[in-house]
């Protein structure tokens, strides 16, 4: 009964029924599907007959319909619902029926959905004429009366009218269109009637979603009979969108030219100012109101940056050639206020669709930075940066350009700074470079301000000295030397090596002259160089010694200790003389590390240990340059080795420390201990001995250590 029931009310349905069956390929893919059960309102909708596609499939209803697009996307929405048991509405159009479907679908068992058809066909043909009406109208001409109501509405096609013609006819303007819209309309017909002028009314369509703009062009007609108003509409949406187009774009061009970085001034036909940005009001000291109109050269300014003449005005240059035109190098702009700008511009022609010139756009920027940039670049390239001497790219080719026979003699001094590497080594690299600046400034001060002056290595420098005898340069050298020998700075006196050189004849090689004085400063340098460097050495103990005066008595007793081990151990006099030497010598590197580290009395940290325990390279950097002091370097590198292995800086083990830096290393520890350091308490002797004698073969030469313990009880353990 309640089946039967409900099949009833289905058969009876006013909207199209229709059971079905999906039917998927090997893989489960949805391919086709099989009409069950369809109801008479079906049949109306779609017309096919219930009882020729009951158990058939959509493919053999419409042979071919499988390689259409428009069965795969059925298929597609209505495989998901059957084979996910869910439900959609849709609105689809039937290629094969030529008809639009509003198709509610839902699966009640898996494999199976119902579908239930509301054909739309007419509604989507209605909504198609509208649309059609909205984007097509036409001109049409209403007839107004005096009160306003409509009395006619002449048009080709009453489809272009929004609403039945039959309905404008005799109604008032207010009843048609909004209050606002309609107060419009309604002032601009008595404006037509007052005047007797036709008035134009541009508008936006009333309808929502319209985007169309109209021109309602009014007349009021004057008859004794019948007076009234003829609105003539036409459709200016096409026009509307060129105008915004342009408007966008000429505000576009306008707000850039406004905006941009660089100053921007542009002219008419007659060279006269149209418009100026804010950059170029800036930098010309004219505002756009006063520029306007003037000619270009009153505004823009231009000379040249050496001569302070004219330059030629880029409108003028342009508007005559046609041309793109740039600004020469070293233009000047002189502002109203008295600014001077460098700068750099460019400037083109302005031209209509007919290629007619109709202005120029002169588009500059103030060259400031860039050209102080380039100075500054230029400058480097020429010039050494320590020293702001010139460096050796510029005399290379000052040396080129002077290499002339107006020039000779041409004469060379070359100079060397003594104890460069030393400086370095011992005092840091800013007090090597105070040494070169000191040099440099020297030179400066005593040379000719036409004197060419480089350095061009190092600790190398030279002058060239165009139209100046030998005799001359070798004076010049002189001062220069004897004024340095006065200077001291950290590692002492002051000292350079010299050399010269002269050109005197055409035939000469300038490389030749080069040489020659090259080869004087080195005989000049290699025979000064003990003296100088062994003062150099005694300078930096000094100086330790005035740093630390307990560096002087730990030096002392270090190498008062190392020569006692020394003789018993039956060194030569020569080895012993160089052991106390190096004991002296050891702490030499502690020169480059920081008194607040040095003399601090709480216990170091691990980045000051650290420091502290560079001291023995450092040593050696500065011992290994002088040849005297090149073998002792190679000992006090060494003195804080370990014997097993757990030493520094190399890590060495055993014999393969060299027997002085062993010996030291024992005259070192014993003397830090009973003397103590800032941050630790000395020892008893006593102490210190158990220290020695608990040390052998772990951090001491176990036959030295025992040496030396039997030297301190031959002497009741005083040294």
């Not at 006013?14 to 999906?22: L, N, Q, S």
């Not at 750099?344 to 120029?360: F, K, L, N, W, Y």
Request: charged letters at 25%.
């Amino acid at each position: 009964m309640a089946n039967n029931f409900y099949h009833n009310i289905i058969k009876n349905l006013h909207v199209g029924y229709a059971y079905h069956r999906i039917i998927c390929d090997s893989q489960g893919v949805p391919v086709n599907y099989e009409y069950l059960e369809v109801n008479e309102a079906f049949e109306t909708a779609t017309g096919l007959i219930g009882e020729e596609i009951i158990g058939k499939t959509v493919t053999e209803i419409f042979p071919g319909v499988e390689n259409s697009d428009d069965f795969l996307d059925w298929i597609e929405i209505y495989g998901k619902i059957a084979l996910d048991k869910g439900s959609r509405e849709i609105e689809k159009h039937s290629e094969h029926l030529n008809r639009w479907y509003r198709v509610q679908v839902y699966s009640p068992e898996t494999n199976y959905f119902i579908t239930l058809f509301h054909d739309i066909t007419r509604e989507k043909q209605d909504l198609a004429e509208k649309n059609l009406l909205l984007t097509t109208l036409h001109d049409i001409v209403f007839e107004v009366s005096t009160d306003y109501h409509f009395t006619n509405v002449i048009v080709q096609d009453e489809s272009t009218l929004f609403i039945p013609k039959d309905i404008f006819i005799g109604s008032h303007v207010a009843d048609i269109f909004s209050k606002e819209f309609a107060d419009e309309m309604l002032m601009i017909f008595e404006t037509a009637y007052a005047t007797g002028k036709k008035q134009d009314f541009e508008y936006k369509s009333p309808l929502p979603a319209d985007e169309r703009w109209f021109l309602a062009e009014i007349f009021y007609i004057k008859e004794n009979e019948s007076p009234r108003f003829v609105v003539s509409i036409h459709d200016i949406t096409q026009r509307k969108a060129i105008e915004k187009s342009l408007f966008i774009e000429k505000e576009r061009f306008r707000t850039t030219l406004l905006s941009i970085g660089d100053g921007v001034i542009s002219t008419d036909a007659r060279g006269c100012v149209t418009l100026i940005n804010r950059v170029a009001e800036n930098l010309t000291g004219w505002c756009q109101q006063e520029a306007y109109g003037l000619p270009l050269d009153q505004v823009l300014t231009l000379v040249d940056e050496y001569t302070r003449e004219s330059c030629e005005n880029p409108a003028r240059r342009v508007l005559e050639t046609g041309t793109i035109t740039e600004l020469n190098n070293h233009t000047i702009l002189l502002s109203k206020s008295g600014r001077v700008i460098p700068v750099e511009d460019s400037a083109a022609p302005i031209r209509d669709p007919d290629g007619h010139i109709t202005g120029v756009v002169i588009v500059f920027r103030d060259f400031t930075d860039k050209k102080e940039k380039q100075e500054q670049i230029e400058y480097l390239s020429f010039h050494d940066h320590l020293t702001g001497l010139y460096n050796r790219r510029y005399f290379d080719e000052e040396l080129k350009r002077l290499n002339t026979p107006r020039n000779l003699p041409l004469s060379l001094l070359i100079f060397d700074v003594n104890g460069l590497k030393l400086t370095n080594d011992a005092f840091g690299h800013m007090a090597g470079d105070r040494l070169l600046k000191k040099v440099a400034q020297t030179m400066q001060e005593i040379s000719r301000s036409d004197d060419i002056i480089a350095r061009i290595g190092g600790d190398e420098f030279v002058i060239l000295l165009p139209q100046t005898s030998i005799q001359e340069a070798k004076e010049l050298a002189k001062r220069i030397n004897t004024s340095l020998s006065h200077e001291h700075l950290e590692a002492g006196q002051v000292s350079i090596s010299s050399g010269w050189g002269v050109k005197t004849t055409v035939d000469e090689e300038i490389a030749e002259v080069f040489k020659a004085a090259e080869n004087k400063m080195y005989q000049y340098k290699i025979s000064e160089r003990n003296s100088t460097r062994n003062e150099a050495i005694q300078f930096i103990m000094k100086t330790l010694y005035e740093k630390l005066p307990r560096e002087q008595e730990h030096s002392e007793r270090v190498s008062k200790i190392s020569g006692l081990i020394g003789a018993a151990m039956g060194m030569t006099k020569e080895e012993i003389n160089e052991l106390k030497t190096a004991g002296a010598l050891h702490d030499i590197g502690k020169i480059a590390i920081g008194n607040e580290i040095l003399d601090k009395v709480d216990e170091l940290s691990d980045f000051e240990w650290l420091e502290i325990r560079r001291h023995p390279e450092i040593s050696f950097s500065i011992l290994s340059s002088l040849n005297d002091y090149a073998p002792l370097a190679n000992i006090i590198l060494v003195h804080h080795e370990r014997y097993d292995g757990k030493g520094y800086p190399k890590g060495l083990v055993g014999e393969q420390i060299p027997l002085p830096a062993r010996i030291i290393a024992i005259a070192d520890a014993f003397d830090a201990m009973t003397y103590g350091r800032p941050y630790k308490e000395p020892m008893t002797a006593e102490a210190a001995i158990q220290e020695i004698a608990d040390g052998k073969a772990t951090q001491f030469d176990p036959e030295i250590a025992d040496i030396f313990l039997r030297i301190l009880s031959e002497n009741n353990n005083e040294l």
